[in-house]
């Protein structure tokens, strides 16, 4: 008689254990095991249980480990997260079984043991085929589905509840998602603002609804969201840091003169010197023109397409010294300077801010953070089984993010969602997402090369450059040392299949096939699969926290990101006055609207995971747990380096400290 010993691990979330009994069958190269019960994993009294499994004869190389949930229990059925099962064989061997998946009654899952492999190193014919198995059954779990022309593909579900369990939230995720959801609603329906078309009686009652957040960075926004020199800082950090870039010739159609700027270039330089010296910079929101707008109280509004110039100040201080609302310069759409009367300075700032914040909103945030890691996460998920080394990396990096993106497919787009609160209704926002699409190219979102694009390797008091190449740099080591162990030779990069699929799904469902973009169909070598999957980690953590962690401070104040203007552009100087600024900007109803949509984007759970972070084991092999924490000695002392630098500044950026960001787009 030989002794198998197993320890199982439940969840360490609420409601993870189970009053039914677990079944456990070992799967051995020279045989299997008797179905073997190993009794409750009661939630209130037991995360753990040891086990022995008896057999006539040694198994051999133990390959698999089938465990099953009762189908006959008669209390009331509750799921069941088995975390791991460790096995003791009798030949003295110590074998990680990571599982991490809810189990309901009836149901089963085959267990791979810890060390990942790639296809071609599965040798025996059982491996072989569970591994086939595997994925025929994920496929079938996770489909594509068109959502809408020019847009990516999206998993085949309109509901949660629609998907497996195990990529959903959890019970503490989603009750305390539900109680903020609740409690905002309430809490703006008691200020009065749920149902009132009223415009705002004064910026101070403003203030008043600004409860949401506090932060210092917050709170100085809000008192100098008029400056000059706070424009600027929100446009290399906060408000749309991947708009900006350095001005090497004028557009034709923004034709700003000498004259008009010459008064705010500080070094006696013309323009044109500036423009030499690197010192100009500009923000071209093109892609916003022409997009069809709702219609408020039988008024069309507009929305925008404005170009900025900004000039760096001797002093470091990144300043707007132009704007012109307008693509095409005409009598009507005059290029406003910071010369010009206070009012009408503070409305083509507003009109730019308005334009902005849309562009943030829809493409910055929900498209290129969240549907393009869905496409990630989607494709993980059909074509790479669970042994295989890049589903254990990058499945941390998949969480919750197929539940928040149906809940916001759901909530914000289209007509009827929270987005058309904005001057945009449904058809809008989906041409300014194909435009946006048709425009995302692979350096795109590859950090390094996007800002050496943009020309922004040398801008000082670009804290979103500094951190965010940190971030890159430490991920990038950290993808290299686990992806380098697990495809030393480029030619396992090229034979597996797998991994071929994996890219190639992203490509055709997520990037829609377009070539022209630049984003890989395939991996030739190493070096091309570790840049891509340090993108594809990076976008769906520090990528997406940029865009959402600034959304308390950026929203938190109504008039430093504007969704909705109610009145038209200024078409003429000198016809404005201070008290055409609260009409212009969002009624009390829209105001609300952000601030609910706001709140609910950036809340954060008590289950939240920060970069890095890796609760559940997936990986046994030494030598990447070394890796793993290696990497998370990299980021603390990222964040060591970025709480020692905002102490020394009078705005704290803080966005970007790993222990702020999110392992996934969670939220």
């Known amino acids: 008689m030989e002794s198998y010993t197993l320890e199982v691990t439940a969840g360490a979330m609420m409601f993870s254990g189970t009053l039914d009994s677990v079944y456990v069958t070992l799967i051995g190269s020279e045989g299997m095991s008797d179905r073997t019960q190993l009794g409750p994993l009661e939630e209130k009294n037991q995360k753990e249980g040891t086990f022995t499994v008896v057999t006539l004869l040694s198994l051999g190389c133990l390959l698999l480990l089938k465990v099953e949930k009762d189908p006959h229990h008669e209390d009331v059925e509750k799921d069941w997260f088995c975390s791991k099962i460790r096995v003791w064989t009798p030949e003295g061997d110590h074998l990680l079984f990571p599982c991490y998946t809810w189990l309901s009654r009836g149901e089963h899952v085959v267990l791979r043991q810890g060390t990942a492999t790639k296809a071609l190193e599965d040798q025996h014919p059982r491996l072989k085929e569970q ?137 006696g330089r013309s323009l044109a010197e500036e423009i030499d010296s690197g010192n100009i910079f500009i923000v071209d929101l093109r892609v916003t023109d022409g997009l069809p707008t709702q219609v408020l109280d039988g008024q069309k509004l507009v929305l925008s397409a404005p170009l900025c110039l900004f000039y760096l100040h001797p002093e470091n201080k990144m300043l707007p010294i132009a704007i012109q609302l307008g693509q095409q310069p005409s009598a009507t759409n005059p290029i406003f300077l910071p010369s010009d009367s206070e009012s009408d300075w503070l409305l083509a700032k507003t009109f730019f801010r308005h334009a902005a914040i849309i562009y943030s909103a829809i493409v910055g945030h929900f498209l290129d953070a969240h549907q393009v890691s869905e496409s990630f996460a989607i494709s993980t998920l059909r074509n790479l089984p669970r042994v295989h080394p890049l589903h254990k990396l990058l499945m941390p990096h998949h969480r919750y993010t197929l539940h928040i993106n149906i809940l916001g497919r759901a909530t914000l ?16 926002q989906f041409q300014l997402m194909r435009r946006a699409m048709a425009q995302n190219t692979y350096t795109t979102f590859c950090l390094p090369d996007n800002l050496a694009a943009r020309g922004l390797m040398d801008v000082p008091d670009f804290y979103f450059r500094d951190d965010g190449l940190r971030l890159w740099s430490s991920i990038h080591r950290f993808v290299q040392a686990v992806v380098g162990y697990y495809y030393p030779l480029d030619s396992e990069v090229s034979s597996d299949s797998e991994l071929q699929q994996w890219i190639n799904e992203i490509f055709h469902y997520g990037f829609l096939g377009n070539a022209s973009l630049g984003f890989p169909s395939s991996f030739k070598t190493t070096a091309e699969l570790i840049k891509f999957v340090t993108m594809v980690i990076y976008r769906s953590s520090a990528g997406h926290a940029m865009v959402s962690n ?102 704290p950026y803080n966005y970007l400290n790993p222990v702020e960001i999110e392992n996934s787009v969670a939220v």
């Open 131 to 267: 591994r086939r198995s595997e994925l025929a059954v994920q496929k079938s779990l996770y489909k594509w589905e068109r959502f809408a022309d020019g847009y990516p593909s999206i998993i085949n579900a309109q509901d949660p509840r629609n998907v497996p369990v195990n990529i959903r939230f959890s019970f503490t995720k989603l009750s305390q998602f539900l109680q903020i959801v609740g409690s905002t609603k309430m809490q703006l329906k008691m200020k009065g603002l749920l149902n009132s078309t009223d415009s705002w009686e004064s910026f101070e009652a403003m203030k008043n609804i600004s409860w949401f957040s506090k932060s210092a960075i917050g709170e100085y926004m809000a008192d100098n969201w008029k400056s000059d020199e706070m424009l600027g800082f929100q446009f290399l950090n906060i408000y749309s840091p991947l708009v900006i870039r350095r001005c090497v010739a004028l557009p034709s159609n923004f034709p700003v003169t000498e004259e008009m700027v010459k008064p705010f270039l500080a070094r």
């Open 413 to 428: 787009l289209g007509d009827e969602g929270l987005f058309a609160n904005s001057s945009l209704g449904g058809e809008g």
């Open 550 to 651: 600034t959304q308390a401070d950026l929203f938190g104040w109504i008039p430093n990101a504007p969704t909705l203007l109610h009145r038209p552009p200024p078409t003429a100087k000198g016809h404005s006055s201070m008290k055409d600024i609260l009409p212009t900007l969002p009624n009390k109803f829209i105001s609300s609207s952000s601030l609910f949509a706001m709140r609910y984007q950036s809340f954060r759970s008590d289950d939240f995971v920060s970069l890095g972070s890796y609760p559940n084991q997936r990986f046994e092999e030494p030598a990447v747990l070394q890796m793993i924490k290696d990497f998370q000695e990299d980021l603390s002392a990222i964040s060591d380096d970025i709480v020692k630098r905002n102490m020394q500044l009078k705005l």
